[in-house]
DNA sequence: GTAGGGTTAG
């Protein structure tokens, strides 16, 4: 932890915690790409286009009698009267959503409380740029912006990964007049730990809340906590659930579960067990929510025998499964080509008076795709809106998702006019979708187009597909154009962003030198730059060399970064440095 | 009566 926060050095207060730290991994991730701990891969194309071109292939058993749900009763068990098609139990699926506002609304009611709501309606929808519509128009009007009405258009910024704007949107609170407090300075940082991983600026931003008199909270080092159990920092992680201890601010149920999640995503289900174990012991027990976190890891290993056990010790436990976790464990075996074990699992969900959601609904979907059970897939869409299953953008995603990989580009576009004529509207996924089609199909040109005068958000996903796609094209005016345009939006490049680049530029042979000038135009986290050694290493195996050009570039982004301070990031890449030679 | 932290789908 390299940031301005300046804290001292505590003594463990628990030693429980301080016994298991000794076991834990180092604060780095592992250094080498870890194995991927997911499920074999998805059926070939050959064999999906098989199941399309004769109807006979469809397995109908996929569907297996599924009892109809009756209305929602969250008190009393689902009941089931009889048997029917698929076509009938969506019929009567109740999906847990409320409706979105609509697009260009205001409230009725002229007052801060009334447009706070509907700005967070838009923001759960998604859609930021209405949420900003909304705050113009308070300030356009007489109305005056409250440091609530603030923080619901930061934090939404923060949740599309729109940082620039989000950090504008806080200068110009304070400009305003408006005094950020303890929740604005959390929305931060969540955006600096949670969401870009630059953990000195997390901290910064807790140094600005301590000068303007404002007492870091549970919240804040949970926040903290979280994105730094996601990049594999546990130990950190835990030094600051000590100085929550020291400062009185004692550590919650959702502290842990960040640590929880932090041992699964690392695969050390192990450690995450054992962390379960120490919450029981200081009176903090995991609950519905670190169960599902580690049952979702027990998936990813393909353990169903394990989440069978969980969630038959569960009553004892003190817990009970939710829609969540069943949404989970039918995720995890759809994705392990168990397609009839998760449809089966709808049956113990209303079984246990749990109504399947928009989720449960895309996650099937989804599972057909991954078949490429287009018939079957056709059919729901097709009566969706008669059947009053609302699909919604997700669900049309992963079918048009799926038809691309088969080379459907007719179809992916009758999908997209289909569901704009239903009202729904494309997001961002959509887009990359239809620019991934295009450039598949040729179309570059169409592509470029769509994404200058589109009208939509781009994220990482849309510039890596146009990099990728004009990188193949060796039009190296259009990759430098798209780099620099992601600087100015604030896009944060991912490690698909450098293996693009670093593919590309190998490609140009002009690796040294391209490399050096590319590290030197971005400003990485951790992760990504030891993700970015292990690429150089998987390279350098396999006869690439290196010289000090790509080096010294590596070296002076960490030093840009601030990591030179810390020396453990800078000693790693020196490390790795001396074994490429 | 309004804002911020842990989990699921594309």
Redo the contacts with the bound molecule.
């Keep these: 932890m390299d940031g301005g926060l300046k804290l001292a050095a505590v003594s463990d207060p628990d030693d429980a915690i301080g016994a298991l730290r000794g076991t834990l991994p180092s604060s780095l991730p592992p250094l080498r790409w870890r194995l991927p701990l997911g499920p074999p891969p998805r059926p070939s194309i050959s064999s999906s286009m098989a199941s399309l071109s004769s109807p006979e292939a469809l397995q109908p058993e996929l569907w297996p009698p599924l009892p109809i749900p009756s209305p929602i009763d969250k008190d009393s068990p689902a009941e089931f009267p009889e048997e029917t098609s698929a076509g009938d139990l969506y019929l009567n699926f109740k999906l847990a959503r409320g409706s979105d506002p609509p697009i260009g609304a205001s409230p009725s ?1 002229r ?7 509907m700005m ?1 309606a838009f ?1 759960h929808a998604g859609e930021v740029d209405q949420v900003l519509r909304l705050l113009r128009e308070m300030k356009d009007s007489d109305l005056t912006p ?4 603030y ?2 258009a930061i ?1 939404s910024l923060v ?1 599309a990964d729109r940082r620039v704007e989000a950090e504008e949107l806080f200068e110009e609170m304070k400009s305003s007049g408006v005094r950020p ?7 931060l940082v ?1 955006m600096y730990s ?1 969401y870009s991983f630059q953990f000195d600026k997390a901290c910064s931003v807790i140094d600005d809340m301590v000068i303007n008199r404002l007492r ?8 903290l906590i ?1 994105g730094l159990c ?1 990049v594999g920092r546990i130990d950190e992680a835990l030094d600051f659930v000590a100085i929550m201890w020291e400062e009185n601010c004692p ?8 640590i929880v ?1 932090g041992f699964c995503l690392q695969g050390n289900l192990d450690d995450a067990r054992r962390f379960m174990e120490f919450m029981d012991s200081k009176q903090c027990p ?8 580690f049952v ?1 890891a027990l998936c990813k290993v393909g353990r169903f025998d394990q989440v069978e056990k969980v969630l038959e010790e569960s009553k004892l436990k003190g817990w009970k499964p ?7 464990y039918m ?1 995890g075996l759809c ?1 392990w080509g168990k397609a009839r074990d998760a449809f089966g699992l709808l049956k113990v969900m209303l079984e246990n008076g749990l109504c399947p ?7 099937l979907l ?1 599972c057909l795709c991954q078949e490429s059970n287009f018939l079957e897939v056709k059919y729901l869409l097709e009566r969706s809106y008669e059947l009053k299953w609302d699909i ?7 079918v048009m ?2 038809l691309s990989d088969v080379g459907r580009w007719w179809d992916v576009l009758k999908l997209f006019v289909d569901m704009v004529k239903k009202g729904i509207n494309p ?4 887009f990359n979708i239809f620019i991934h089609c295009l450039c598949k199909a040729g179309n570059l040109c169409l592509a470029k187009h769509l994404f200058y005068k589109g009208g939509f958000v781009a994220d990482v996903v849309t510039y890596n597909t146009l990099i990728h796609w004009f990188y193949l094209e060796r039009n190296e005016k259009e990759v430098q154009a798209l780099r620099l345009k992601m600087v100015a939006e604030g896009v944060s490049p991912n490690i698909i962003t450098y293996s693009i680049l670093i593919k590309g530029l190998c490609r140009g042979r002009k690796f040294s030198e391209a490399t050096n000038l590319f590290l030197g135009s971005f400003e990485m986290t951790d992760w990504e730059v030891v993700e970015l050694l292990n690429l150089l290493e998987g390279m350098g195996r396999q006869g690439f060399t290196f010289d000090a050009f790509v080096f010294n570039g590596i070296i002076r982004a960490l030093c840009r970064k601030g990591s030179c301070q810390s020396g453990d990031l800078l000693c790693l890449t020196i490390d790795k440095i001396l074994t490429f030679r």
């Excluded at 939710?322 to 989970?328: A, E, K, P, S």
């Design positions: 009611r007052h801060p409380i009334a447009y706070n709501q967070k923001g409250n440091v609530f009405c923080n619901t934090n949740s407090n303890v929740a604005s300075y959390n929305i969540k949670c870091p909270d549970s919240t804040t080092y949970s926040t979280t996601r550590p919650s149920v959702q502290t842990f579960t960040a999640h995991p609950n519905v929510v670190t169960y599902n976190v979702e939710n829609v969540v976790t069943y949404n989970t995720n994705k959601t928009v989720v449960t609904l895309n996650i989804e919604g953008v997700v669900g049309y995603n992963t998702s799926r997001n961002t996924r959509t």
